[in-house]
């Protein structure tokens, strides 16, 4: 199976949409208290799970499109926008450890990337032929 | 209220790491066919069993968080890259090859540095 770059993209949109769903949840966590009645008057909670529910939904169609073990680990790019969401929105403080993570996510999922079927003339001439 | 040391909620996500990427590999499935997935799902289960699955390993983390640090427990989440790659493998016959390996690895590492961090 050839990967799309659409399903490449989809991920990506995918990841930033999940990533500001988790800062909603941290924010809900937050302001959380157990009583039923007011869980559902967690707007930060509510806007969570919408967040998440419209990433689970692009994920689903992105998987029709493409391999499995190439758009998974594209999912890890949602530590770069929480990293980045958490430090410009939150305020939380970013170190060396933190920056250098971000960066190898980038490597790694370039070379996941690379990987993917269809993603050198050479693999897509062979997937051609098929 | 059950008392579960760090320790426990270590293991108890380990043993039931593969249930995410299980999770996955039924969505992946069920999107073979959306049509019959989302308009007949009592024959063609697989789509929302994999939300399902998704979902129950979400609640699990969510809750073992309340027993341990975020630093101790996020590392585990790079056990779902190792599965999910096994598994496509196993299910799709998706090629691996050293690109693929090199990429998981590096998200690995990260995913080490990035709880070393915080």
Redesign the interface.
Known sequence: ?VTSKFAIMGMVICTLITAAGQIFLKLAADNFSPDLSLVFKNYYLMAALILYAIG?VI???C??YG????L??II?LS?IWV?LLSFFWLGESL????I??????V?????????A?GSTKRNTNRSRKR | MINITPLIAIIILIVTSPLGPYGMIFIKYGTKDLRKSIFHPIKNYHLFLGFFMLGVSFILYAVMLRFADVTTLYPLTALGYVWTTFLSVKHFNEKINIYKIIGISLIIISIILVSIGS
């Open positions: 199976m689970l994920m689903t169609l998987y029709k391999e499995l073990s190439v998974y680990p890890s530590f990293s170190n060396a450890f933190k250098g993570g971000v960066v190898l996510t490597l790694g999922v370039s070379f996941v990337g690379k990987g079927n």
